[in-house]
């Protein structure tokens, strides 16, 4: 409000890129450093956060990351014409109706019944072979199901459920319409064996002291289907752990890999960024342009301090 010539979405984007960090409440390295967590019960020892999140490389690697982003973001200034400052009625704006002819392909797409029906019928077809199946036996996650299914159906386009969904819960409506949908692709993902067969790839390729770099790569590529970092933690973890130990790679350099992967392409995955953009009355668009500068930029930083760690 007081920082006149300030543009608001620069600021909402630059508040982002900072949760790339891995701090002191990052749930991989905790997780492995609580005793009777699931890796060991895998036979893999406890690692300490001394030896990943305090380790003299992590502090080092964080330091540059905080600096880089300060660098990046005060260089992504847009010109004085281009700027958009915050704005109190930003959500009390009228809405601009734009004619069909006008519109780009994408606001075709989120303005078309067609989009909404096809995307009900997956859902429908399973409800049905699933109530023929066990009968009309409900649990929490078909109750999600057949709500979801009932809001694209009868309402005129996934723009218009969106906006109806937006006047019912706000700011977290994000949160709440895409766990479900993620949900199903960390389920997909996991059934089919693809998490493993992606995994095994990099696996294959690595040796024990480029085996960090690659696990972060992995980490990293999984994450844009499955965002929870502790889901993905679960089901792609026991993989790369019982590969490092295996191949002789370093644990605790293993263990950060992953969890800075995991936080890496949050930035171009914006499905943490949408509560922060429903209290600003943003959307992903306003800021996808400066994250993927900044995904690039921390991508180098990160890649290359595992490089030069496989040389150490």
């Known amino acids: 409000k007081k920082v006149k010539g300030l543009h608001f979405p620069l600021l ?5 890129g900072g949760e790339i960090i891995r701090g002191p409440s990052s749930s ?3 997780v492995s450093a609580t ?3 699931f890796m060991e019960k895998l036979g893999l020892p406890l690692t300490p956060v001394g030896d990943t999140l305090y380790s003299s490389w992590n502090l080092v690697m964080t330091a540059i990351i905080v600096i880089m982003l300060f660098i990046v973001y005060f260089n992504m200034k847009p010109p004085a014409n281009e700027i958009v400052e915050y704005s109190e009625k930003e959500q009390e704006k009228p809405e601009i109706r734009i004619a069909k002819k006008d519109m780009t392909f994408a606001e ?3 303005n078309s019944y067609w989009l909404n029906a096809l995307f009900g019928l997956f859902p429908l077809i399973y409800l049905g072979a699933n109530f023929s199946k066990i009968g009309f036996d409900l649990n929490l996650n078909l109750v999600i199901l057949i709500f979801l299914t009932l809001g694209l159906y009868l309402h005129s386009s996934p723009n218009g459920f969106l906006k109806a969904v937006a006047q019912g819960i706000g700011a977290s409506r994000g949160i709440i319409l895409q766990f479900p949908l993620y949900a199903g692709m960390s389920g ?3 059934a089919s064996g693809l998490v493993d067969m992606i995994s095994m790839w990099f696996v294959e390729i690595s040796t024990a002291h480029t085996f960090p770099l690659y696990t972060f790569l992995s980490a990293g590529l999984v994450n844009i289907f499955i965002p929870s970092g502790g889901g993905q933690w679960a ?3 026991p993989i790369m752990m019982k590969a490092a130990e295996a191949l002789g790679a370093n644990i605790p350099q293993t263990i950060m890999a992953f969890a800075w992967g995991d936080g890496w392409t949050n930035q171009i995955q914006p499905f943490w960024a949408l509560p922060l953009l429903g209290v600003a009355g943003l959307s992903a668009r306003d800021i996808m342009g ?4 900044w995904t690039i930029v921390s991508g180098v930083i990160i890649s290359g301090t595992f490089v030069i760690l496989s040389f150490m």
């Open 12 to 16: 909402v984007a630059a508040a982002y």
């Open 28 to 30: 991989i390295p905790l």
């Open 188 to 190: 997909m993902m996991t």
């Open 235 to 237: 089901i792609q973890g």
């Open 290 to 293: 400066y994250c993927v500068i």
């Open 35 to 37: 005793p009777g967590n």
């Open 108 to 110: 075709r797409l989120e």
